[in-house]
């Protein structure tokens, strides 16, 4: 169920503050409780890797293009990563036709900033011949239906895409360099680095974990925290103020959810596809 932005009927609101004060939720989950999760991968014939990250009701898809590009200038034996993130009206009636908007461009600088201080991808292995050329890793991501928890679902689907892609090998004549879409190998990732994301909201003063729509049109704060194994690899408050205990308990938690969350997506990479969406 969507609500326009802070557009929830008031006996509504009031049913689900008196259960949040009691330590629960109106679907039965726990305040720590995640949502079902669900990963697809390989459904996009035309992308080199993709998925389908599900959290309950949210469903995000990502897709995996390789090119060639040329290095940064401070990176020149580094291959390019560029994330993008769409959020199209037909997954929620919040979202606007036209280019990204502010919520859209923190998604993607998220997702990017996981993937990217993770290590769970040695970006070095994606040159081709130093300070010239590179492969350019291009990351899509697609928003398809919004329950909330965008930022989770929006990491599972990449992380899950990039583990399942394939690369097509380059091929180096004098001066030319292209790449030969006939002949892939996998993509070399770290699945011990494979970062997560844990997103917390507060309500009043209590923190949920993975909250659905109805609890983020309630929130009064936002925090995520993305974790490589044990280490955290960045942190993002998209408002609200919170305490350096109910910090503390929001990376402890975490840290354990994210244990689990990587587990299930490690599990879930053997799946094969129900159909091809492209």
Do not use: C
């Amino acid at each position: 169920m969507s609500y326009p932005f802070e557009v929830i009927p008031s006996l509504r609101r009031e049913a689900l503050m008196r259960l949040i004060s009691d330590g629960k939720r109106a679907d039965g989950r726990g305040l720590y409780d995640y949502r079902q999760i669900d990963i697809k991968v390989g459904l996009v014939r035309t992308a080199d890797g993709s998925a389908l990250a599900t959290i309950g009701n949210t469903k995000v898809i990502a897709g995996v293009k390789f090119e060639l590009g040329r290095p940064f200038e401070d990176t020149p034996g580094e291959g390019n990563l560029i994330v993008n993130l769409e959020t199209p009206p037909l997954a929620s009636p919040t979202f606007e036709p036209g280019p990204p908007d502010e919520n859209a461009i923190e998604l993607a600088r998220v997702v990017d900033r996981a993937i990217r201080h993770s290590g769970f991808i040695d970006m070095s292995t994606l040159s081709i011949v130093q300070g010239k050329s590179v492969y350019a890793l291009w990351v899509d991501v697609y928003v398809l239906n919004h329950d909330g928890n965008l930022m989770d679902a929006s990491l599972l689907a990449a992380v899950a895409a990039l583990a399942t892609s394939q690369v097509p090998r380059s091929i180096i004549d004098g001066d030319i360099i292209k790449l030969d879409k006939s002949n892939k190998v996998p993509l070399t990732v770290n699945m011990d680095k494979m970062p997560i994301t844990t997103t917390f909201n507060k309500i009043g003063k209590f923190i949920l974990a993975d909250a659905n729509v109805e609890e983020e049109v309630l929130s009064e704060g936002r925090f995520t925290v993305a974790f490589s194994g044990n280490d955290v690899v960045s942190i993002q408050k998209s408002s609200g103020f919170f305490t350096p205990l109910e910090i503390e308990d929001m990376m402890t938690h975490g840290l354990e959810l994210s244990k689990s969350i990587r587990a299930r997506v490690i599990e879930s990479l053997g799946n094969k596809p129900e159909s091809f969406i492209i």
